[in-house]
């Protein structure tokens, strides 16, 4: 691990992170969230997704669309032209699970890119419900896996040892 | 409560929900959310931003602008002209709180733009301090707060009987 | 109809209209448009929709979206809050048609944001449909009803005397 | 032709396609489209247009912007880095043709961009000329020529044996 | 004058002003700037103009277009939604002189989005004739005129008494 | 030097230049620029600084996010995807400065990206310090050095012999 933060200079300001002398690898990200919320409100997510899909729909276009926003978002961030980013829900006990896989060929990792399509679908999936429940609650917001750049494959404790 | 997701439809499809019989009325939403990391990122963070501020100066600029973008992230969010949105931390044991507070005199609320600016104030946070630890967890993310509107005043239970 | 380009000042050059002196009405407007393709890349879509609602909920999502946008890719479009948008679609011989409603409280009107998302949602269609027809072909853009404003109520012919 | 939507998973959801195996080559896509008004209207672009030229100079500035943002309004697409995008205009009878052609190196085709040029062009051209004909209409939206990629050169029927 | 710097909160992190209190006027503000280059490049570009007007015309728009998203561009500016933005050019000894006025009702000014205007349509002519001089230079960025609000009408000293 | 506007075509209409003949190679491009206020203003900031550093640090991510925007903000430049930006602060008489430096891998250079930088930087400090000062100015925008592409190493005159 690094003995200090990557983003901050010398003199303790934000700076955006050299990529020009690394080099250009094939990058892939999983991370994963989930919204917790009533169980009125989840029955009504999974009967309006069983007949039209519609809640779930609308959060996976939110979701890829905000991984393409991801260098417009967060500040220190380096554009990047994705090669693909997915995104995927699962229904769990009193939450909606929401996964999403980044892949590009780049200089840098695509985490963030993953982490943003997870919160912007899981942001999105709030706002569609919360007429519904207004105690819903967004948690678990983290990277799972990662394949490629210089430090190679990495996983997650507790989430297996999948392949991505 | 409603009975029905108010974004969908009689046929089930996504819909922008009409405001324009609503009246105009000052509205407030409060919103927080956590970012959990190892002791080591706390500590630089901590440290940085006593001598410096920058990581929580930048999460504070990144929220503050996503709230302005959250028309164009959350698919069937009305464009809004905020009055105001802040955002703060609070270092926590283990963990670093962003709480946010939007203002705007609008035909409907303004949760969705607290949610967002703190969405992507912790996803700016976990950007920084990546190199230091892979397994932050972002989580605790929930609306604790509201006022105007038709529905009036809503207070979260668990977070006291605060005035905004 | 006014004798000149609303849009060029009195030397000819490109400007804003100055909305200033308007009232703020509501106003609404019904734009429509239909792309033309093969019954190879119709069967597939209507087959898609049935079960799972993909494509046409996907371009119903980008031309939301894209409506409130407008103000960012029309040069001399005014930035508009929009009140509600809504995308629908039908099922026509040898095509898919798209209607957009527009509605708004302001001093300007809403055609714009109407024809946008009918424009971008026949845009989105083509574009998850294009591996299937090269040849599809988009096409019949056009205003159909607009009411509201100093000009009040009108109706395309030819698209007989609905109410919006 | 694929026997399935390309942009459509196993289960029917909408996904991105995985360009991350497919090679880097030049690409260049030409698509066209028009806009039919009545001749009051099309007299007045023309004289302006002698003059002056900023209703079509808009025109094309605003079809350029928008092929850049091609990977922002159509949710699957790749966001792309454009090697060059330009929109060329013609005088028919009782319309407008626009024409783009755009040029990239990338793992996937330019289509998408040169499409959303001549789209958002025509969107121009009818916001500018809105006041003098509420009837315009907008077609004939469609790729000309495509080289480039695995499946090569590729010209539409109809339009001539041309060399981009 | 005030004795703090208004986005700063009493523990000095940045913030967005509430404006909710505030009242609704009438506000215009007027911009000006210039760029200073050879004989050569300032010749070139008044030949293009006279001829076609493509330079300036297409500074123009992106000027337009800029002031539409000050509220993108500026952390701690409120988002506005423009009654107009103008932008206009005149030849100097030796530079281009480029003025912005720009009118809203809102609760707060827009001398941000003129400025804004000024400045994006300045780094438009230095990129369109950078290649002619590498040299050239963007100054004397600054309000010149202000309407409206609290504070009411306002000149810069040494340009003189006029009406906006 | 290039006989005519390398953004014009033979007809005189805006157009951007098609780079897929260039070779990718590393450039660099350095630019400057300054605001000059009141020394009231200038003492607010500095102080600000001193404590808390928010009003620099908040014009440093405006500077970096805008970098990031170039190829939407002016209508001719390509989209690029920065290896590096970095915007720094220094005090002079009467003034700020504001430099910025962006690195890439690409066909095209980077200067308009770090004139960008500088002008939206400066034009953030504008709008922090403006309830300070009316009259503030900016000026000074300009390149001061170049690295990479076919036309190599560049320094403007009376800026010394740096290396970047």
Same mark, same amino acid.
């Given at each position: 691990m690094p003995e200090r933060l990557t983003h901050i200079d010398d003199a303790g300001n934000a700076r955006m992170v050299d990529v020009s002398p690394k080099q250009? =690898? $094939? #990058?892939?990200?999983?991370? /994963? *969230? #989930?919204? !917790?919320?009533? +169980? !009125?409100? @989840?029955? &009504?997510? #999974?009967?309006?997704? %069983?007949? $039209? *899909?519609? %809640? @779930? +729909? /609308?959060? #996976?276009?939110? +979701?890829?669309?905000? &991984?393409? $926003? =991801? +260098?417009? @978002?967060i500040p220190l961030c380096h554009p990047l032209a994705l090669d693909a980013v997915n995104v995927d829900f699962g229904f769990e006990n009193g939450a909606i699970r929401v996964t999403a896989i980044a892949t590009i060929s780049a200089k840098t990792g695509i985490e963030m890119e993953a982490i943003t399509a997870v919160s912007v679908a899981l942001v999105t999936i709030y706002d569609m419900a919360k007429a519904l429940d207004k105690g819903m609650e967004i948690g678990g917001i983290r990277l799972i896996a990662k394949e490629g750049g210089k430090s190679g494959s990495w996983r997650a404790e507790g989430y297996g040892d999948f392949e991505v």
């Open positions: 250009v =690898t $094939k #990058r892939t990200a999983v991370a /994963t *969230g #989930r919204i !917790e919320m009533s +169980g !009125e409100a @989840l029955d &009504a997510i #999974r009967a309006g997704n %069983v007949q $039209k *899909g519609d %809640v @779930l +729909g /609308t959060a #996976r276009i939110a +979701g890829i669309m905000a &991984a393409k $926003k =991801t +260098g417009d @978002l």
